[in-house]
C-alpha cells in the first residue's frame, strides 16, 4: 500500500491541492492536481490528473456556508475514494511565516499551531488563511499527520547582517527583521542547480522568483544569504497588485494626510499596486504585454517592473560579490521572454551575453557560452511541500520503531 500525501496552499476564498504518492527513496510522484474556487459565495471543485486531463468536476451553486472545512471534507472524502487501498498518510501545508523559530518544516501539534497563529499580524493576508485547513483538519482528523512547510524557513541562516533592519535593537529583539518570502520556490530551484550545472550549485546565483509575487534570492552555494523581501511579502519588487519597497514615510503620508485608516492603506499597498496600481489596468503580465503597444500606463507598469528587478539584481550581486548565474522562475520568469530579455539587457555591466533565439525558444540555458550565465528553471512549491511530509512522516515512524 503506497502512502499518499495530500498538499494544500489555502487562500481566503481558494484551496488548491495536489495529491502525491510515495514510493521508497525516489521523490513523491504528483498523481492529481487540483483547486476549490468561490469558497463562501459559489464553490468549484476541479481536479486533472498529471497529465492535465480533467478527471472530476463539481459546482455548489452559491452557498455562503460552503467554505473551507466543507472543502476539506469533500477533498478527503475524495482522495480516500480516489486511492482506494492507499492509506492519506499525511497532509502538508503551504504556510507563508515560521517565524524566527522554524527554519524547516514542522510536524503539527496544537502548540505548533499555537505559535504559528501568534504570528498572524506579521502576514495578515495570508497567515490565517493558510492556518485555517491546518485547525480544521486538527479537530475533525486528529490521526491525520500535519506538517507545515514555510516560505520563510529557505531565509532562516542567512548571515545575521542580511536579517537585520537599522531599528532599535528592542525592535530587533520582538523578531521586527528581514524574514524573506518564496522560501519554498527558492528551495526548490537550489535542489536542482546540480541538475542544470554542477557548477551552479557551488556558485553564487540570483533567482528571480517573478510571479504574480516577485522576489530574488541570493545564494551562494546553494543557500540564501540575500533577499529582496522583508518583515512582510510586501518589499522589494513590484509585484501583481503589491508595491514593493516604498518609503516608509509614504505609509505615515496615507495615514495622517490622506486620513486612511491602516486597513484601508494595508488595501492599497497589497492589492491596489504594483504591476495593477501602475497601469490602473491588471496584474496580470499578459494582458499588460497584449496592451503595452498602445497604451502608455501599460508599457510603464513592465518598464517599472523591469528596471526594479535589475536594480535590485545590482544589490544582489553585491551581497554575493559576483555572479556566476541568474535563474528565472515562476509564471513570468518561466514564460514572458521579453521580460527576461529587458532584465537580462539591463545586466549587461554584469557580463551577461543573452542567446536571444535560445530566450524565444525558452530554452533552459539561455546565454552563450561566454560570461555568467542565464537559466529558466520551472519552479516546484508543492513538490518541495511532498519531500518535506516524505521525511518528516518517515522520521517519525522510525522514531517509533525505535
Ligand atoms: P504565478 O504567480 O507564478 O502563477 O505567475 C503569474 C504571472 O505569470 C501573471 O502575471 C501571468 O500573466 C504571468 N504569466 C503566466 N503565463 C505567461 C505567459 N505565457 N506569458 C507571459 N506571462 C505569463
Not at 532584465?343 to 549587461?348: D, I, N, Y
Not at 552563450?368 to 511532498?386: C, D, F, K, M, Y
Request: hydrophobic share 40%.
Amino acid at each position: 500500500m503506497k502512502p499518499v500525501y495530500v498538499v494544500l496552499n489555502a487562500g481566503s476564498s481558494s484551496l488548491k491541492f495536489q495529491v502525491f504518492e510515495a514510493s521508497g527513496r525516489e521523490d513523491p510522484r504528483v498523481v492529481y492536481r487540483g483547486l476549490f474556487e468561490g469558497l463562501g459565495s459559489a464553490p468549484h471543485f476541479l481536479v486533472k490528473d498529471r497529465a492535465g486531463a480533467p478527471v472530476a468536476e463539481a459546482h455548489w451553486g452559491i452557498d455562503e456556508r460552503f467554505g473551507h472545512e466543507e472543502a476539506l471534507s469533500h477533498l478527503v472524502k475524495w482522495t480516500r475514494e480516489h486511492r482506494a487501498g492507499h492509506a492519506l498518510a499525511a497532509v502538508g501545508h503551504r504556510v507563508v511565516h515560521g517565524g524566527t523559530a522554524y527554519a524547516g518544516p514542522v510536524l503539527v501539534n496544537e502548540s505548533v499551531l499555537q505559535r504559528l497563529e501568534k504570528l498572524e499580524p506579521l502576514a495578515p493576508l495570508h497567515q490565517p488563511h493558510n492556518l485555517e485547513p491546518i485547525r480544521i483538519l486538527h479537530r475533525r482528523a486528529p490521526e491525520i499527520p500535519q506538517v507545515a512547510c514555510f516560505d520563510t524557513a529557505f531565509h532562516r541562516n542567512q548571515p545575521e547582517i542580511a536579517q537585520l533592519f537599522a531599528l532599535p535593537r528592542e525592535m530587533t529583539r520582538k523578531g521586527v527583521v528581514r524574514y524573506g518570502f518564496h522560501g519554498l520556490s527558492y528551495e526548490y530551484i537550489s535542489s536542482v542547480l546540480a541538475s542544470y550545472d554542477p557548477k551552479l550549485a557551488e556558485g553564487r546565483v540570483v533567482v528571480a522568483h517573478l510571479g504574480n509575487g516577485a522576489s530574488l534570492c541570493a545564494m551562494s552555494r546553494g543557500a540564501s544569504i540575500a533577499s529582496t523581501m522583508g518583515f512582510s511579502a510586501l518589499d522589494g519588487l513590484p509585484m501583481g497588485t503589491r508595491c514593493g519597497a516604498v518609503d516608509p514615510g509614504v505609509v505615515f503620508y496615507m495615514l495622517r494626510d490622506m486620513k486612511l485608516s491602516t486597513e484601508e492603506a494595508e488595501r492599497i499597498l497589497y492589492t491596489k499596486s504594483g504591476l495593477l496600481g501602475v497601469s490602473g489596468l491588471s496584474n496580470d503580465m499578459r494582458t499588460l504585454r497584449q496592451h503595452a503597444p498602445h497604451d502608455p500606463d501599460a508599457r510603464r507598469a513592465i518598464d517599472l517592473f523591469v528596471y526594479r528587478i535589475a536594480r535590485e539584481v545590482g544589490s544582489m550581486v553585491s551581497a554575493l560579490g559576483g555572479i556566476d548565474a541568474i535563474v528565472f522562475t515562476a509564471g513570468i520568469g518561466e514564460n514572458d521572454r521579453q521580460t527576461r530579455a529587458d532584465v537580462l539587457a539591463r545586466l549587461a555591466w554584469a557580463g551577461f551575453e543573452p542567446d536571444a533565439a535560445a530566450n524565444d525558444r525558452n530554452d533552459a540555458r539561455i546565454t552563450q557560452e561566454r560570461g555568467p550565465a542565464a537559466w529558466i528553471i520551472p519552479t516546484n512549491e508543492e513538490l518541495v511541500i511532498a519531500r518535506h511530509v516524505h521525511s518528516v512522516v518517515s522520521a517519525g515512524k522510525r522514531q517509533l520503531a525505535s
